[in-house]
């Protein structure tokens, strides 16, 4: 492959799909999408429990979520596809009196911004799910616009829409290096040959911390296993319900289809790339979840249809946007650490501008950027699941 285009993304998720697409809808299409796998949408977008919500503590992720969810509702229209956005909502179950004032914080601030959010009692929440068990909750926060959607829906959306205008696409084709000349970027290195760039955007997900690493760059994400495990049909509870979290545990389920998904987040696991389902981890999950739901006694589990993915994680639980300061023209848009899906839209719209204005302005995201590691205190977003 001897080519090059003006801009060059590496990975086909819902990342770069999304940059592709808004730098193509800009009129910006002399851009080449490089994906290592043989087919695109593979890593992370595929295996997400694919929830959207406004629920978030940092004004900056609500107002992330706030410009998304507003573009999957009218995705079809914008963009073509289905992003199929379910507004079934999100509640949050808190036990602790702590955390309980900060989701009344957190509620305030999200509402100042225009989100619908709700603060319900123990007894009002019980009114979801039955047969809730309501030992030890002070109160829930609920947000009805909040929901799930289908993430390789999106992302596919934005890659067909960017193809069209002219955006290229080469699979199993593995970005192995850099090629720095004066202190900028001059192409990649591939399985495939070089590719000469003038941009260079690095959407390769949870490999994007070691990707990083090839252009001498510090890049702190790292890919984390997370299992979702779903049960056989299970009518016991009707739905729709929305997207309920048990914060003391972190344990969390939804419906899909029939069936309950449900998740833990085992934070003591090791980084790695294992996505093979962690069946040991399932007595934790069933544990904290039958505690909160005893009606899941009576689910089946459906083995066949359980996955594990990656999360791609940063130290404070938020993602890394923007130009590299000793890179210019390498862009960062990973490290969304589990709520990568639902500001994907945004993301990408604000990485078109990096590119094509010089900097993102439709949102300020100055506090996402590289620099805020090593430059003191980090504020860590505290409603990741
Ligand atoms: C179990 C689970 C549940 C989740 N739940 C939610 C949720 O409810 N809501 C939400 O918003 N988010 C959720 N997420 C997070 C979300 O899925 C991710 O944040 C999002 O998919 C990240 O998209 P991406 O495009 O950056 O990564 P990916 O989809 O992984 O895409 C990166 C691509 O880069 C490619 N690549 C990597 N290295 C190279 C290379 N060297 N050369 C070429 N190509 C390369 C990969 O093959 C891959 O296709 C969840 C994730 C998991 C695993």
């Known amino acids: 492959m001897a080519e090059g285009a003006q801009v060059v993304i590496i990975g086909a ?14 009129g910006c299409t002399d851009v080449v999408i490089l994906e290592k796998e043989p087919a695109e949408i593979s890593g992370s977008t595929a295996r997400s429990a694919a929830g ?3 629920q978030f503590s940092s004004d900056t992720n609500v107002r992330l979520s706030r410009y998304s969810i507003e573009r999957l509702k009218h995705f079809t229209e914008e963009v073509g596809g289905y992003a199929e956005l379910h507004q079934v909502g999100y509640l949050f179950l808190v036990n602790d009196a702590a955390t309980w004032e900060q989701y009344r ?5 999200q509402r100042e911004l225009g989100v619908e959010v709700e603060l319900l009692t123990p007894e009002e929440a019980a009114r979801f799910i039955p047969h809730m068990n309501l030992d030890g909750l002070l109160g829930a926060t609920y947000g009805p616009e909040d929901g799930y959607c289908d993430p390789y829906g999106i992302a596919l959306g934005y890659l067909r829409r960017a193809r069209e205008l002219g955006v290229r696409l080469h699979r199993d084709t593995t970005v192995t290096g850099f090629e720095l000349t004066g202190g900028k970027v001059t192409g990649v290195r591939t399985s495939n040959g070089s590719v000469g760039c003038d941009m260079v955007v690095n959407a390769a997900g949870p490999w994007a911390g070691y990707l990083a690493r090839e252009a001498g ?8 296993r997370r299992n979702i495990y779903m049960t056989t049909p299970f009518p016991q509870i009707p739905g729709p319900i929305p997207l309920t979290i048990d914060v003391g545990s972190g344990f969390y389920m939804r419906k899909e289809g029939d069936s309950i998904l ?16 962690d069946w040991d981890w399932l007595d934790s999950v069933l544990e904290a979840g039958l505690h909160r739901f005893p009606i899941l006694e009576a689910a089946g589990l459906a083995e066949s249809q359980c996955w594990a993915g990656l999360y791609e994680i940063t130290p404070d639980s938020n993602p890394v946007l923007g130009r590299h300061p000793d890179l210019p023209n390498y862009i960062d848009i990973s490290g969304f650490s589990g709520h990568g899906i639902m500001h994907a839209p945004a993301a990408g719209l604000l990485m078109a501008e990096e590119i094509l204005d010089g900097r993102a302005h439709s949102i300020n995201v100055d506090e996402l950027r590289i620099s805020r590691f090593g430059s003191g205190a980090l504020s860590a977003e505290r409603n990741v699941i």
């Open 13 to 26: 998720g819902v990342m770069g799909t999304s940059v592709a697409y808004h730098l193509a809808a800009r």
């Open 217 to 224: 760059l510090n890049l702190p994400v790292l890919p984390y």
């Open 52 to 54: 959207v919500r406004h």
């Open 262 to 277: 449900m998740g833990l987040s085992n934070k003591n696991e090791p980084s790695s790339f294992n996505t093979q389902v």
């Open 105 to 109: 914080q957190n509620a305030a601030m």
